[in-house]
T-cell receptor, first 112, second 111 residues
Framework: NAGVTQTPKFQVLKTGQSMTLQCAQD?????MYWYRQDPGMGLRLIYY???????DKGEVPNGYNVSRLNKREFSLRLESAAPSQTSVYFC???????????FGPGTRLTVL | SQQGEEDPQALSIQEGENATMNCSYK?????LQWYRQNSGRGLVHLIL???NEREKHSGRLRVTLDTSKKSSSLLITASRAADTASYFC???????????WGAGTKLIIKP
């Protein structure tokens, strides 16, 4: 089992460019999450998908969109990147909401 | 807004000593979870304690939960260099099942 995988690991964008972060899990989990982590801070929830076919906003959704492609995959899209979106992005999954979450290795994104 | 707040923000101890970090929260919870993050890596789950539990153990880890004080503590006994990491608490709100994260405690174990 690979657990939770994320691509890419690193990305540099120019302001205004768009990109999609990919996340997949092979644990048959129902719930998936996207977080961002800024230096010295905890995780902030961007969007989550409690189950296949549903997505909901978290604490900091502005500037992002998500797609729950199927039970395994949950992607995060930045339509027009801004320097304030420079961060480390983590995808996580859990069997149900509120359960133990399993994290991917993260994507380090820099927006110039 | 931060639901969980860890204390201290940073802790440096000698190898072999015990390390204690605390987490306080504001609203009713279903459970509280502790995670570890090694530098530059994803988070790894350590322990989940439910609101009706008061103490749980896992190896060298001991977690307590006091719902009347809305606080939890994580004790790592006989610390090792490999325990150097940031430790985060996350609380599952009983209102919407979301996990809310604290800012973490950075633990450094000196050899």
């Amino acid at each position: 089992n690979a657990g939770v995988t994320q691509t890419p690991k690193f990305q540099v964008l120019k302001t205004g460019q768009s990109m999609t972060l990919q996340c997949a899990q092979d644990m048959n989990h129902n719930s998936m999450y996207w977080y961002r982590q800024d230096p010295g801070m905890g995780l902030r929830l961007i969007y989550y998908s409690a189950s296949e076919g549903t997505t909901d906003k978290g604490e900091v959704p502005n500037g992002y969109n998500v797609s729950r492609l199927n039970k395994r995959e949950f992607s995060l899209r930045l339509e027009s990147a801004a320097p304030s979106q420079t961060s480390v992005y983590f995808c996580a999954s859990s069997f149900l909401q509120g359960d133990t979450q399993y994290f991917g290795p993260g994507t380090r994104l820099t927006v110039l | 807004s931060q639901q969980g707040e860890e204390d201290p923000q940073a802790l440096s101890i000698q190898e072999g000593e015990n390390a204690t970090m605390n987490c306080s929260y504001k609203t009713s919870i279903n459970n509280l979870q502790w995670y570890r993050q090694n530098s530059g890596r994803g988070l790894v789950h350590l322990i989940l304690i439910r609101s009706n539990e008061r103490e749980k153990h896992s190896g060298r880890l001991r977690v307590t939960l006091d719902t009347s004080k809305k606080s939890s503590s994580l004790l790592i006994t006989a610390s090792r260099a490999a325990d150097t990491a940031s430790y985060f608490c996350a609380t599952e709100l009983d209102s919407n099942y979301q996990l809310i994260w604290g800012a973490g405690t950075k633990l450094i174990i000196k050899p």
